[in-house]
């Protein structure tokens, strides 16, 4: 791989010029003269995908991502299938994007699983599933390699207010209270916390979560949470007791909810130079995720249950009844998948044969007929290193003529020679020679000659 133009690439992403570092990387995987080796090739795949999700483009970032997956010698597939599963959830497929978080997680090599867990998380709740998204966020929240698990625990509670389950959501956002956060996220926490208690039936504690949160006077709370804070005040000025239909339902409002699942973890930027030492990636802005639901839990755990003390298995017990009808429109919707895999795979096949036989498109004689019908703006079917002097010289020789003849074709893989005879206005027959170069899945023109022999 050539070094210099790597470097090059690598130091315009870091100067945040995609497009620039974009059109680096691919030089480096195009180099004729330098060809990547296997592990080499991963890497540029993956920063091309990373290129690619910067600027926006993720139906195609996927596409380099799945070619860095393709390299058995890369060894940083946990962070390439991270990456696929944010740009699988950046265009709302949450279904495919939960399948890259699952295959990032279960990779040992993975340095920071708990990026894919919250990605998961997120995933699972957009799709209505609180318990599998709950369950996400504990895994977040625990892993070993989490700075700072408040995201995490702040998105557990609004999984425990979905499955109408305040007073875990509370012990939730008090254990995310114990760790470092900018105030912002600290004053969002305390609201959630206020709405968990008011919920709870716990009016004075709600009191003091909402003067927490409105304190330093920077955070508004929006409707439904002034509305909850007010409830609180005036249960707390009268002491009477709320009959909550919330609470006794098992259900929760969660329209109301001040600040919904904490954000959406950045992309892995995976930035290291040739030589391997670690630079390290800025952080993309963080969004929050959109109001959730609200979902009432089939068979739900007792009350004296703690989330954090739950085995994995009882997780799984907790949300199966709730996802059955998901998982039969799933297994239907993976079936017809396979199908529609199988004929992809064979048209691919189909493709791939006809390339190596020296089909394309358009095809060889199409841009012939192109070429006679007007000769004088043929420029774009040729070659881009055939010089515009050479170009004019050759297309001066060539007969306008509607109705060329294609008398024979010898094609390879990478280069065509097309013989074609084109009649003059005075009655005559000129007989070319046209060569064709491969350009991807089409051809571009390297040479027009006249053509004296019996070839037909």
């Not at 298995?313 to 059955?324: F, P």
């Not at 199988?342 to 358009?362: C, D, K, M, N, S």
């Not at 007007?374 to 020789?397: H, I, R, W």
Request: with cysteine; proline share 4%.
């Amino acid at each position: 791989m050539n070094n210099e133009t790597f470097n090059n690439a690598h130091n315009s992403y870091r100067l945040k010029d995609y497009p620039a570092a974009l059109q680096g990387f691919t030089q480096c995987l195009e180099d004729q003269e330098q060809k990547p080796e296997p592990g080499e090739i991963g890497l540029l795949y993956h920063r091309i995908g990373n290129c690619l999700v910067k600027i926006g483009d993720y139906n195609e970032a996927i596409h380099a991502f799945a070619q860095a997956t393709a390299d058995p010698a890369y060894d940083n597939m946990g962070s390439v299938n991270y990456n696929m599963g944010m740009a699988y959830a950046m265009l709302r497929d949450y279904e495919d994007a939960v399948r890259y978080f699952e295959v990032a997680v279960s990779d040992n090599h993975y340095a920071t699983p708990y990026k894919a867990y919250m990605g998961m998380g997120n995933a699972l709740l957009r799709l209505g599933k609180s318990a599998e998204a709950g369950a996400a966020f504990r895994s977040a929240a625990l892993d070993e390699s989490n700075p700072s698990p408040t995201k995490a625990l702040l998105n557990l509670g609004v999984c425990f207010m979905a499955l109408g389950r305040p007073a875990d959501a509370v012990t939730s956002y008090e254990s995310a209270l114990q760790f470092d956060m900018t105030d912002k996220v600290r004053n969002q926490l305390y609201a959630n916390l206020g709405q968990a208690y008011v919920a709870n039936r716990e009016y004075q504690k709600a009191v003091n979560a909402f003067e927490h949160a409105l304190a330093d006077k920077t955070y508004f709370l929006n409707d439904a949470a002034s509305v909850d804070y007010q409830q609180a005040i005036a249960q707390v000025s009268t002491g009477a007791s709320l009959a909550s239909e919330a609470s006794e339902s098992g259900k929760v409002d969660m329209s109301g909810l001040d600040v919904p699942a904490a954000d959406t973890p950045e992309y892995n930027e995976d930035l290291k130079d040739v030589e391997g030492a670690a630079v390290v990636a800025e952080e993309s802005a963080q969004q929050p995720t959109e109001a959730i639901p609200a979902v009432q839990a089939n068979a739900p755990m007792g009350n004296e249950e703690r989330f954090f003390t739950a085995t994995d298995e009882e997780l799984e017990r907790w949300s199966r009844a709730a996802s059955k009808e998901e998982r039969k429109k799933r297994h239907t919707g993976r079936n017809i998948f396979l199908v529609i895999l199988l004929l992809l795979i064979i048209a691919v096949g189909a493709g791939a044969f006809a390339y190596t036989q020296g089909y394309g498109w358009p095809t060889q004689e199409d841009m012939t007929k192109q070429l006679f019908a007007s000769p004088d703006d043929a420029a774009g079917l040729f070659a881009p290193e055939v010089a515009e002097s050479d170009v004019q010289q050759m297309t001066k020789f060539v007969v306008q003529a509607d109705d060329v003849k294609i008398d024979g074709v010898d094609r390879s893989m990478d280069s065509t020679q097309v013989y074609a005879t084109a009649a003059t206005t005075d009655g005559g027959d000129v007989q070319y020679k046209i060569t064709y170069k491969r350009d991807l899945i089409g051809w571009k023109i390297t040479d027009i000659s006249l053509n004296f022999s019996s070839n037909g």
